[in-house]
């Protein structure tokens, strides 16, 4: 780690999750535009047919109230002809008052010619205003129409009317006949001219002409005048009315004039009114669909931070039952993360300040110059920025030792840099001190093998030389050679190689029988005092030899109940032990009673043993003398011990190097079936 600072801690950043866009929808508004052009072509259709039945609808009451005007305008002067035929009949209508009559009616009504004066003969004798129509006076009535309608009007009695013709005038016109008699005498008649152009004139009101094409039509559809500018109408329609009460098939045509156009102001208006609404809709359908993205994004959003805070929680309890410690360093700020189990296995308190010295100073001397090389190789992008090691940290504040694995991995930028160092920290002391522990009974195992290598050789040469000297003596002189005495002490010797090699056996049988706790004890009341004599007297030939002399405290009433055999074992590993140690120094053996216990001392003045190796050598294989050159096993007191405990027993040892040693044995004297 490059840097060594005492940055504090820092609080991680939120999880965020990134607004997903939205996908972008062209069809909606072509969609949209070509729904509001049909909306607009129907409801453009929709205004066009309500116009048109408007129209006709107005065209029709125009145009009955146009020829109901005209027909007010013929019955009126019909009855103005009438009139002058009652006059006329009476005898009070004459040459002149004729004239001074109907001239004034004719220029006050321009939609007629003139009116005209036939005799019965059918010849015209007179006619008003005379001057414009002076010409026609003396003729005979030729013309077919008004010859044909006079004669009506005059079979009839009733007036008449003329279809539609060419007048002497050049006009288009038409005129009604109105018949006098006097009594049953046929007197002549009167005719009022009109002309067709100027009928329409007058009789249609000017805002009409504006509005409407109008022309008086005859029964065949020839026009006979009209108003405006002599085109059809463009309405798409025309309504013929005909003046029905004249009975010449004469009828009022009426067409609108143009049709009903719909202002480019009104499209404009409908136009924008449907972009508005198809705006709106638009606005509404998108907020819609705006409002339920935002609703499924913070959705997914609160499931993303639950499934976050779940997995959180699963990682901390995961990295709390194993009691993982994480530490992060972040190398550009220098400042150094460590959670609370980081802490304490450095020995330190969860509210501890800490940086990468501190870091340091929590390593085992040993292990710290290698520790900081790691975590520099690993910053430097080595074997991908991973590291693995183990190393010692001694408390800060406990002082305690602890075996700690270490890992963690550099994670860098895309130059290179190195932007976050994350590890984790985890107690290995247990690991370690079994691994120890298993190097140790291995160490002390392979040592066993070649002590015990070297014990069972050495009866075995003793066994072998005594052989040879058998065999030599054998192919000497053929058996007979060997003094008997020299013959016995072979064979009291190969006996006691044999005895030492089938205790060597028996020890290790036993250690057998004591770890898969089969070693049984077989208890039978046992007088104390006889059992140590008998020990006593077998190992006296040995104590003799090394130079022990032996004293026995003893209470000789003492009795157990215990398992012979094996508590002679116990004896006799202790005191041969005292042999082995202490040769050549005396050795006591005490034995008294302390209330329901025996309490048994054997006491040399041997070599002794180190502190540190007392509790030792009750263990397997353990010796406190390896090199010594005193053989033995290092079974003996393990099976002592063992045996012990199985009658209830304990054993401990007082020494000093050098001082002797006294072995203290604490026995119960055991339930038998008197105490
Ligand atoms: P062994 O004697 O075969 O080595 P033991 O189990 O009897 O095995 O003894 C274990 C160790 O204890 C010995 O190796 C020796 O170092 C030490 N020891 C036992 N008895 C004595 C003693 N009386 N004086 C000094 N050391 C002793």
């Given at each position: 780690m490059p840097q060594r600072t005492g940055a504090t801690e820092q609080a991680p950043s939120a999880p965020s999750l990134a607004r997903q866009p939205l996908p972008r929808v062209w069809l909606v508004p072509i969609l949209g535009a070509l729904v509001l052009g049909l909306v607009l072509a129907v409801a453009l259709a929709l205004l066009r047919y309500r116009i048109d039945q408007t129209v006709r609808a107005t065209t029709e009451d125009d145009t009955r109230a146009m020829a109901a005007s005209l027909q007010l305008r013929l019955d009126g002067n019909q009855d103005y002809l009438h009139l002058l035929a009652a006059e006329r009949a009476d005898g009070a209508l004459e040459f002149e008052s004729f004239q001074a009559r109907a001239a004034p009616f004719v220029e006050s009504h321009p939609e007629l010619i003139n009116i005209t004066w036939v005799d019965a003969s059918l010849v015209i004798r007179d006619v008003s205003p005379r001057e414009a129509n002076r010409q026609i006076i003396g003729l005979r009535l030729e013309l077919t129409e008004p010859k044909r309608a006079a004669l009506w009007a005059r079979q009839t009695r009733l007036p008449a009317y003329t279809r539609p013709f060419v007048a002497?005038?050049?006009?288009?016109s038409f005129e009604v006949w109105m018949p006098v008699f006097a009594g049953d005498e046929f007197r002549g008649l009167f005719a009022a001219v009109y002309s067709s152009e100027r009928l329409l004139e007058q009789a249609v009101p000017p805002s009409f002409g504006a509005r409407y094409h109008i022309s008086l039509a005859d029964e065949t559809g020839s026009i006979l005048s009209e108003l405006g500018d002599g085109n059809g109408g463009e309405g798409g329609f025309a309504l013929r009315v005909p003046l029905a009460s004249l009975d010449n098939g004469l009828a009022v045509v009426v067409e609108p004039k143009g049709r009903q156009s719909i202002g480019w102001g009104m499209l404009l208006l409908l136009f924008l009114c449907g972009l508005s609404l198809l705006g709106m809709l638009y606005g509404t359908w998108a907020l819609r669909r705006e409002l339920r993205h935002r609703l499924e994004t913070e959705t997914a959003l609160r499931t993303s931070q639950e499934n976050l805070r779940t997995s959180e929680e699963r990682f901390r309890l995961a990295v709390q039952s194993a009691h993982i410690g994480i530490w992060d360093l972040r190398p550009t700020t220098g400042v150094l993360t460590w959670d609370a189990r980081c802490k304490e296995l450095f020995g330190l308190p969860p509210d501890a300040q800490v940086d990468y010295d501190v870091f340091l100073a929590g390593l085992h001397p040993e292990d710290r110059e290698r520790a900081h090389q790691i975590n520099q190789a690993a910053l430097r992008g080595e074997d991908g920025g991973y590291y693995s090691t183990e190393y010692r940290t001694v408390g800060l504040q406990d002082g305690r030792l602890r075996w700690i694995l270490a890992q963690g991995r550099a994670y860098s930028d895309e130059k290179g840099q190195v932007e976050r160092y994350v590890g984790t920290v985890r107690d290995i002391t247990p690991q370690k001190l079994l691994e120890q522990g298993l190097n140790e009974a291995i160490r002390t195992r392979d040592e066993f093998l070649s002590i015990a290598s070297h014990e069972l050789k050495t009866p075995l040469t003793a066994l072998k030389l005594q052989t040879q000297v058998i065999q030599r003596a054998r192919l000497k002189g053929g058996g007979t050679s060997l003094p008997m005495d020299t013959l016995i002490r072979i064979i009291q010797g190969i006996d006691r190689q044999v005895d030492r090699l089938t205790r060597l056996v028996e020890d290790m049988l036993d250690v057998s029988r004591l770890k898969t706790g089969k070693l049984a004890i077989q208890r039978e009341e046992v007088r104390l005092v006889e059992l140590i004599h008998e020990v006593v007297e077998r190992l006296r030939p040995q104590l003799e030899a090394v130079g022990c002399p032996l004293t026995v405290e003893l209470d000789e009433t003492l009795v157990g109940f215990w398992d012979r055999y094996r508590l002679e074992q116990v004896f006799t590993n202790l005191l041969s032990n005292c042999m082995k140690y202490g040769a050549g120094k005396p050795v006591t053996l005490a034995v008294q009673k302390d209330g329901e216990h025996v309490r048994i001392h054997v006491r040399d003045q041997g070599i002794g043993i180190a502190k540190e190796k007392q509790q030792l050598i009750?263990?397997?294989?353990?010796?406190?003398?390896?090199?010594?050159?005193?053989?033995?096993?290092?079974?003996g007191l393990y099976i002592t011990r063992g045996i012990l405990e199985q009658h209830g027993g304990t054993i401990g040892v007082h020494s000093e190097p050098g001082q002797g040693a006294t072995f203290e044995v604490e026995l119960p004297l055991g339930p038998s079936p008197g105490r």
């Open positions: 002497i005038q050049g006009m288009n009750f263990e397997r294989f353990e010796r406190a003398v390896p090199d010594s050159g005193i053989s033995g096993l290092g079974l």
